[in-house]
């Protein structure tokens, strides 16, 4: 009698563990299947950053392709466009008063882009600065921009991989200068033997 129970109970201790097991493998496979819809998000969520930070201080999207435009036409019509360009507006060689039209639209010019005015800030120091440092440096400037700790880094890195300005990596630390011309992207040190 006692090794029927022994048997009854080892049977069931291995249909539990078969069960859990099988448990365990479904669970795994959603939560896979999670995974890879998370890192669908992040693709996603980090291509949106980088067009919010190309598109930064824009008053308006730029045009999406063969999206029909209004453009106007020197005789005051107006017209419909079909095409990606953005519409060519006529300028005056004078503005009133004597300026150039170029000066005229000066004030209705569009904010400098991001990328422009951190490499202005760098372009401004002698000795490499960390991002933090230039985002304050920007805000106290132009009041106006007010980009994250993150816009600021992503738009960093994004002119070291043009090459614009160059990284240095001291242990934790981070800084960035303006690159001098012939010299590579990266200038993390590398110890001398």
Known sequence: MAHQSTSRLRARLVDQAASDLEE??????????KIE????EEVLLINILDLAERYEGLSEPPPLPEQAQEEPVLDGRVTLRTSAAPPVTPVRDTAPGGGTARAAAKGKSRPPLLGDLLTALLADHREPRPAKELRDELREKHPTRNP???VVRNTLESLVAKGQILRHKQQRSV??????????ADTTPTPTP
């Open 24 to 33: 365990n493998r479904r669970r795994q496979l959603e939560l896979a299947k």
């Open 37 to 40: 819809l998370l890192k669908q």
């Open 148 to 150: 994250t700790p993150q």
């Open 175 to 184: 800084t960035y200068a303006i690159a001098e011309p012939g010299r590579g």
